[in-house]
């Protein structure tokens, strides 16, 4: 199992809808929509973050959630730097 995925595979309850969104912007071939997938994860994933923070801690979660952030913000800077040419 992937790195980035590991720590995501149990969470697959309803109320981990984040979990979904993070897989498709991780696993996007198209260039063109890989920025929408990872802006759309991120905003289920730091909504969960808020309902942890507010309700019944889950230490389990509120890791995972945390590791798929850092993915996405690397992710990210993956592809932005991916666009841009090499200096010469």
């Known amino acids: 199992m ?12 309803p ?7 993070y897989l498709q912007a ?3 071939t198209d260039k063109k929509k890989v920025c929408t997938r990872i802006s759309e994860a991120e905003r289920a994933l730091l909504s ?5 923070f507010a309700g019944v801690p889950d230490p389990a979660e509120r890791e995972a959630v945390n590791a798929a952030l ?5 992710l990210r800077t993956c592809v932005s730097t991916s666009h841009k040419p090499f200096a010469a």
Not at 2 to 13: E, Y
Not at 48 to 52: A, Q
Not at 70 to 74: E, F, I, Q
């Open 2 to 13: 992937c790195f980035m995925t590991a720590h995501v595979a149990s969470f697959s309850a």
């Open 15 to 21: 109320h981990h809808a984040w979990r979904d969104l």
């Open 26 to 28: 991780l696993y996007e």
């Open 48 to 52: 969960r973050e808020r309902e942890l």
């Open 70 to 74: 850092h993915a996405l913000s690397a």
